[in-house]
């Protein structure tokens, strides 16, 4: 009896010390069966880019989303982010992006020419947002296979 005791305590407290992952701001319940917000680069290029769109579409579709997208310049886009008015930032976002502290980064999605060089190419979402960030990656690696 006190083993079983002990091994269900202990199993309590390995679990409590277990989170799944949630949103600070509830983005992928907004998300999913809704609309997918997505800030792009002015001029917008993503649709010349189509790799990016397959990856975006697969993603909308994982969360059973539509895309609305909304241009503009870096600056206006992260506090879009920030403010939350979107929900993810495309267009040739590298992952050696210097200002990227107040947004986390996807997993790559391709590439990009970043300060003279070819780096990976993520997508960024709103920093605390780890339930939506783990959504799009495993959009991103079921749209890889």
Known sequence: MRRRIFL???????LAGCRSPSDAHGTLQR????????????????FRRREEARALRSIAQQLGAR??????EMDMLMQDLMRDRLD??????????????????????GSTVYKGRMVPAAFGVRGGESAFLEAVNRALAEWRH
């Open 67 to 72: 895309i609305e997208l909304h241009q503009g």
């Open 31 to 46: 998300v999913s069966q809704g609309t997918l917000r997505v800030g792009v680069l002015e001029p917008v290029v993503l």
């Open 8 to 14: 269900s305590g202990g199993l309590g407290t390995v």
């Open 88 to 109: 993810l930032i495309a267009g040739d976002v590298p992952i050696a992006w210097d200002g990227q502290s107040d947004m986390a980064l996807t997993r790559p999605w």
